[in-house]
């Protein structure tokens, strides 16, 4: 009896160990993707003086939840707004301030505030992914007006279509806060900003946030936009050409936040 102990203890082991073996065969078909260091971001951002990476340190375990592909939709969709929200609250920090004086419990101090009312914000969703920005932007701005561009991508072409808009009449006042997840080619955020251009908003009261860029997608917007900020959480290091996708990316955001896709069918991206 010990000894068929022993033998079906020995054929486990090896059973184990070829599963280790064929899983790590078939790991090794798929890239291993590695992040720009310190010193890239550094010359990005000295290239581009309008341009604001979120500190790694508040943003890697998060992003790191995220990508992974068996990240369930309620882990996805929670660690995806605190990421936003950190994104958010940075955009509201770059906005103009005012100075004056208040009162505390204890004395007066010199308080540092947003120049402008929560009517003079508004976000911006390029759609449908852009929607998921929303409900932490109205938390922290509970009184911004909210805009929303529908740019749809052709599958053959890769570009860009444009379908829908609607824009508070007085956008051209506002501190216009545009919002997708995905920063991949540009081609949709530069429409986006062609739209909200020709309702007559200033480049310099813009700010593109997006959880996800690169460095050829950022290159695109600021050649034509300049004066405009983006803030991102991470650059990724590919834009794989044949497929416009970011590598390693998230996957399809939009999809995997809102729910409209299988777990074994999680792949793309947006522009």
Not at 226 to 245: C, E, G, W
């Amino acid at each position: 009896m010990f000894k068929n102990l022993l033998r079906i203890g020995v054929n486990l082991s090896l059973f184990n160990t070829t599963y280790v073996l064929c899983k790590s065969i078939k790991d090794e078909k798929l890239p291993h993707y590695h992040f720009l260091n310190e010193q890239d971001l550094n010359k990005l951002l000295k290239k581009h003086q309008n341009l604001s990476i979120i500190d790694r340190i508040y943003t890697e375990h998060i992003l790191s939840i995220i990508r992974d592909i068996e990240t369930d939709i309620v882990e996805f969709r929670k660690n995806s707004d605190r990421l936003i929200r950190i994104l958010i609250e940075q955009a509201i920090s770059q906005i103009e301030k005012k100075k004056h004086v208040k009162q505390s419990p204890l004395g007066y101090y010199d308080a540092h505030e947003v120049k402008f009312q929560d009517e003079e914000i508004c976000f911006v969703s390029i759609l449908r992914s852009g929607n998921a920005f929303l409900f932490e932007g109205l938390k922290a701005v509970s009184g911004a007006s909210i805009g929303q561009i529908l740019i749809q991508r052709n599958e053959d072409t890769a570009l860009p279509s444009y379908l829908f808009q609607k824009l508070p009449a007085n956008i051209k006042d506002q501190q216009v806060i545009l919002m997708d997840p995905m920063l991949a080619t540009g081609n949709s955020a530069t429409l986006a900003l062609r739209i909200l251009k020709n309702q007559g908003v200033k480049q310099e009261n813009i700010t593109f946030l997006t959880l996800v860029s690169c460095e050829q997608g950022i290159e695109k917007l600021f050649r034509e936009f300049p004066k405009m900020k983006i803030i991102t959480a991470q650059v990724d290091p590919i834009l794989l050409k044949d497929f416009n996708y970011l590598a390693p990316g998230i996957g399809n955001f939009g999809d995997r936040y809102f729910g409209t896709i299988k777990k074994s069918q999680q792949s793309g991206q947006q522009q």
